[in-house]
């Protein structure tokens, strides 16, 4: 599915709202594979000043992705390590199934 591994599990790294886009920083712990659809390293939706305050990196297998895409990608969510010092974000969406639009 566009550049990322069926059935294979990505950390996220952060997730952020810019300029009307929830966007989630993920990345592949095998270092490679990287999302190449919308908000990916070289996506047309990157401004200039998007691209420096996010900074987004190709290789390594870290890469920016959309949160409809994500929930259209992605069917299952878990959280392994809460910490007292990590601020939270919900997003409405279904999983799995096909993404709901709501408006964030």
Known sequence: ???????????????????GHWLLKLRNPWGSGEWRGPWSYGAP?????????????AGGGTFWMDAESFFAVFTK??????RPDWHEARMPGVLPGKPVRREF
């Open 45 to 57: 939706q990157w401004t200039p000043a998007l691209r420096t305050k996010l900074k987004p990196e």
């Open 1 to 19: 599915a566009q550049g990322l591994m069926g059935n294979h599990a990505y950390s996220v790294l952060d997730v952020c709202t810019e300029d």
């Open 77 to 82: 969510v878990q959280v392994c390590k809460v």
